[in-house]
């Protein structure tokens, strides 16, 4: 946190000094009404002349806190601006180096929580927070030091009411609290990603029929939120009560009475004395009392900030220091072995060969680790052993710039930008002729759909339409086809395509295939007869490999798989 506020101290230097003159000609008008009382109660002829300028230092002093306060209001508010700003930028950087596969492992909800709401949550720490310190150290310290200098005893008695409201704190930082505090957090989290969830899947939802399950996800959502939040709020409300009760102004002046009356009586304090006490008696307490309703804000403020420090804290995708180009687009995975978690691997000892000119599809049963193989070759992630070859050279040792320009991926999962299809198609080459543009939305046949929209290729997605997801799907393939990198990975490319327009992207593949890799993940017979070698995967290990015809021939772990999915008569 201090190194990414390091180019901001200035910032923060201004405010707090302008915070303490501000604080310190408030006090200005509270002394004048003192020094007022104590003139004219004192015994024999009134100073006319001093009385003014009790009462213009007083106004003078109350017109320096409004500008003073005012200042530093602003410039707080300017400093949390461009702090929210870095913050955004810093988390755009680290979020734009980071391995795309850790984009897979995270909640889409709690994600945009992090950028969006935390972001914004650290407000009051900017914006009020320095304001607040000084006026709750520098107010009470002048009050004191004054206060003293008039009768000590009386003084420590004025600070019963801050004593019991400290002595409150140490209850709202308990281990207890902590956590329900995180629970909290936890439960706004898991609210976000369940509307996020829901809304996504609505038309799925809708489809077949499962929309008491989905809003019942949702409510169990909501349900739990608001039982975290009353066992937060039961937690907190008595302490909370205490220190409001302790620091509010009917209960300060009862002590100060009490107390000064008491010295009164015993001939020990003038009765023009206990004039100040009342007055900055309420001084002493007020600025801790706004700290203390600021306290909530502020621990919400250090747990966004924690939650900003974890997303900074990722580690980036590592770049070679002297990246090495390949030499051609032959791809080896060599002994590869990875996992998400220490100790739970997904793929276990994978050794094949990608030739150019060549299709290789991937089949196996859910969660046999096909998806994540595929992942590998864009370097979404890198291998916890063993090597993913390009061309000769270990991935690590290519530059991303370098990979991305050899390496094109369609993935079933399509994220399209809030930007023209012409954008949106020509992502990874920003200059591509608009012809070119077209053709390759012809070959992943969608250039006639496109013409549909309103505004043809300049339609905004997300603002004039929103595609379906076989239209989102074989907008992406077009935006792999036009890059025209020597390698293409398709990751059920075409799940969402009628069998029509699947036929037809296949054939165009095919045309196109020329010397290029192809790895694709297939689901459906069609596919998996097109391709050249077929990749039987089981339990994250390569059971089976062979030509299509080869492996249904030989009645093994292949063929009893498509049987069992429909593909083959028992």
Request: aromatic residues 6%; glycine residues 10%.
């Amino acid at each position: 946190m201090p190194r990414m506020l390091r180019p901001h101290v200035r910032s923060f230097a201004a405010v707090a000094i302008l915070q303490v003159v501000g604080a310190l000609a408030g006090l200005a008008p509270l002394l004048a009404v003192v020094e007022l009382g104590r003139t004219l109660l004192a015994p024999g002829p009134v100073d006319e002349a001093h009385l003014w300028w009790v009462v213009t230092a007083g106004a003078a002093g109350l017109l320096v806190r409004l500008l003073f306060t005012a200042a530093s209001s602003g410039l707080g508010h300017v400093l949390d601006g461009q702090v929210q700003l870095t913050f955004r930028r810093l988390l755009a950087a680290r979020l734009g180096r980071v391995p795309i596969g850790w984009f897979s492992r995270r909640r889409t909800g709690e994600l945009a929580k992090v950028v969006g709401e935390d972001v914004s949550a650290v407000h009051p720490l900017i914006a009020h927070a320095p304001g607040e310190l000084v006026s709750a150290f520098v107010v009470p310290l002048v009050s004191l030091i004054y206060l003293f200098t008039i009768d000590w005893r009386l003084t420590l008695i004025t600070l019963i009411p801050v004593v019991l409201a400290i002595a409150l704190v140490p209850l709202l930082m308990l281990p207890a609290r902590t956590r329900e505090q995180e629970e909290f957090d936890a439960a706004m989290g898991r609210i976000a990603s369940s509307v996020v969830e829901f809304v996504q899947g609505i038309s799925v939802v809708k489809a077949f029929g499962g929309s008491e399950r989905a809003h019942g996800k949702f409510l169990s959502a909501v349900d739990d939120f608001v039982r975290t939040f009353f066992r937060w709020v039961r937690g907190m409300s008595l302490v909370a009560a205490g220190m409001q009760l302790a620091l509010s102004p009917p209960f300060v002046l009862l002590v100060v009475l009490i107390g000064g009356t008491s010295l009164i009586r015993s001939g020990s304090l003038a009765p023009a004395d206990l004039l100040p006490f009342l007055l900055l008696g309420l001084g002493l307490t007020a600025p801790v009392a706004a700290l203390g309703h600021g306290f909530d804000d502020m621990q919400a403020a250090g747990r966004a900030v924690g939650r900003i420090r974890e997303v900074l804290d990722v580690e980036p995708l590592p770049e070679p220091a002297h990246p090495v180009a390949p030499q051609g687009h032959r791809v080896e995975l060599r002994d590869v072995r990875f996992g998400y978690e220490d100790g739970r691997e997904v793929l276990r000892g994978i050794d094949l060969v990608l030739e150019p000119g060549t299709c290789t599809a991937v089949v196996g049963p859910s969660g046999s680790g096909k998806s994540t193989l595929v992942q590998l070759l864009p370097r979404f992630f890198d291998p916890d052993h063993g090597s993913v070859v390009l061309g000769g050279v270990d991935l690590r040792e290519i530059g991303s710039r370098q990979l991305y320009r050899m390496v094109s991926f369609v993935f079933q999962d399509v994220r399209l930008l809030r930007a023209s299809v012409a954008d949106n198609i020509a992502l990874a080459v920003p200059h591509a002729e608009r012809d070119d543009v077209v053709r390759a939305a012809r070959l992943a046949h969608i250039h006639d759909r496109i013409l549909e929209l309103p505004h043809g290729y300049e339609t905004v997605i997300g603002e004039d339409v929103k595609l379906s997801g076989g239209e989102a799907q074989r907008l992406s393939l077009a935006r792999a086809l036009l890059a025209d990198t020597p390698v293409l990975v398709l990751d059920e490319a075409t799940a969402f395509a009628d069998p029509q327009t699947e036929q037809a992207i296949r054939q165009a593949l095919a045309t196109l295939g020329g010397d290029r890799t192809i790895m694709v993940i297939a689901h459906r017979l069609e596919t998996v007869a097109d391709a050249d070698t077929v990749v039987m995967l089981e339990n994250g290990s390569i059971v089976e490999r062979g030509r299509p015809a080869e492996l249904l021939a030989r009645e093994g772990r292949f063929a009893a798989f498509w049987r069992s999915q429909g593909g083959l008569p028992g």
